[in-house]
Nanobody, 126 residues
Framework: QVQLVESGGGLVQAGGSLRLSCAGSGGTFSSYAMGWFRQAPGKEREFVAAINWSGGTTYYADSKKGRFTISRDNSKNTMYLQMNSLTPEDTAVYYC???????????????????WGQGTQVTVSS
């Protein structure tokens, strides 16, 4: 059983940056593909980015390419999401997830991940 805890959210002005962290415990962190999702008020949860077990392969939602960077440090059991050039449309609760099979058809689907964090709020002011 893997436990995931996100941190790093907060309030930032438009154009600013944030780095989210997702710390894992209780399982073999380095064996899992992982992903970031977000959910804005009144909207469905959406895929942001995913990374394979080693960090060598990543996949992004088209709208996030170039602004967001996913990475991981297996020695620290931690995954990251660097977010740059933030806009108010990026305001959401951001969740990390683990355990999906790393394939384009699966990493974008939230139900394919058995493990989830509690989420961290990101608010971007205009």
């Amino acid at each position: 059983q893997v436990q995931l805890v996100e941190s790093g959210g907060g309030l930032v002005q438009a154009g600013g940056s944030l780095r989210l962290s997702c710390a894992g415990s209780g399982g073999t962190f380095s064996s899992y593909a992982m992903g970031w999702f977000r959910q804005a008020p009144g909207k469905e949860r959406e895929f942001v980015a995913a990374i394979n077990w080693s960090g060598g392969t990543t996949y992004y939602a088209d709208s996030k390419k170039g602004r967001f960077t996913i990475s991981r440090d297996n020695s620290k059991n931690t995954m990251y999401l660097q977010m740059n050039s933030l806009t108010p449309e990026d305001t959401a609760v951001y969740y990390c997830a683990a355990g999906a099979r790393f394939h384009i058809s699966t990493v974008v689907v939230g139900s394919k991940y058995p493990y989830w964090g509690q989420g961290t709020q990101v608010t971007v002011s205009s």
